[in-house]
């Protein structure tokens, strides 16, 4: 597709259409991380804390969004498609259609490629700066979501 077609779509890429320089690229790190434990104030929703506060929610009607979220769950393929590998989930827990096969006769999104080829975002800019929050409106746009951004 083309990138440069922004006319008449929901879409666009910050950076390119503010003509924003690229980072360089992440340089290989010297270290590995298997895991990291959570910073103060989080809660590890697996942590006995982390349980009250989860049966609280369940109990008070709160905590409906979790369970289509999390039969939809996905690792994000990138440290930097947190944001991407999120709206997946969403979309597949609404049940939009992306009107594209994922493997066989499936239509569902299944990767983060099915968002970043249908939309005119950068995957090697998305791979080194992300994105900002009015383009995950915007990608959410571009998928059939109506997005009401609030911070």
Request: charged share 20%; aromatic share 8%; hydrophobic share 30%.
């Amino acid at each position: 597709h083309n990138h440069n077609q922004t006319h008449n779509h929901p879409c666009h890429d910050d950076y390119r259409d503010k003509n924003i320089p690229l980072p360089p690229p992440l340089p290989e790190p010297t270290y590995s991380v298997h895991r990291r434990i959570l910073p103060q104030p989080l809660i590890q929703l697996s942590s006995p804390h982390g349980k009250i506060l989860f049966k609280e929610s369940l109990l008070s009607s709160n905590a409906e969004a979790f369970f289509p979220l999390s039969e939809q769950f996905l690792n994000q393929s990138d440290p930097a498609y947190c944001g991407i590998t999120s709206l997946i989930m969403v979309l597949n827990a609404f049940g939009i259609d992306p009107n594209v096969r994922w493997k066989g006769g499936w239509r569902w999104y299944g990767s983060e490629d099915m968002v970043l080829e249908t939309c005119c975002i950068d995957p090697e800019r998305v791979k080194r700066a992300g994105i900002l929050m009015e383009e995950y409106r915007s990608l959410g746009r571009c998928q059939g979501l109506q997005v009401d951004l609030k911070r």
